[in-house]
Nanobody
Framework: QVQLVESGGGLVQAGGSLKLSCAAS????????MGWFRQAPGKEREFVAV????????DYADSVKGRFTISRDNAKNTGYLQMNSLKPEDTAVYYC????????????????WGKGTQVTVSS
């Protein structure tokens, strides 16, 4: 099992930027896919982005494509989500996830979750 801890959330004005980090411990993530989901109040948890173990493959939700960038540093066992041009509708708790295997878009495919970090975008 791997433990995931997110950081970097906060309050930002619309149009601003934040960079989330996901630090992993317990085992190396070098063979695992890493990703991000988010959940806004009253809404279901939704896929945001995912990156392959090598960093060579990425997928994004249409709502964040062109604004968010997912990356990872396997030497540091850490993943990142750079969020630019933030909008009020990006307000949510952001969760880091990991799994051994291919990139998936369903939260049910991930068995390793962080506790989440709050991102609030004011208009």
């Amino acid at each position: 099992q791997v433990q995931l801890v997110e950081s970097g959330g906060g309050l930002v004005q619309a149009g601003g930027s934040l960079k989330l980090s996901c630090a992993a411990s317990g085992r190396t993530l070098s063979s695992s896919v890493m990703g991000w989901f988010r959940q806004a109040p009253g809404k279901e948890r939704e896929f945001v982005a995912v990156i392959s173990w090598s960093g060579g493959g990425t997928d994004y939700a249409d709502s964040v494509k062109g604004r968010f960038t997912i990356s990872r540093d396997n030497a540091k066992n850490t993943g990142y989500l750079q969020m630019n041009s933030l909008k009020p509708e990006d307000t949510a708790v952001y969760y880091c996830v990991a799994r051994v295997g291919g990139r998936r878009f369903s939260p049910l495919a991930y068995d390793n979750w962080g506790k989440g970090t709050q991102v609030t975008v004011s208009s």
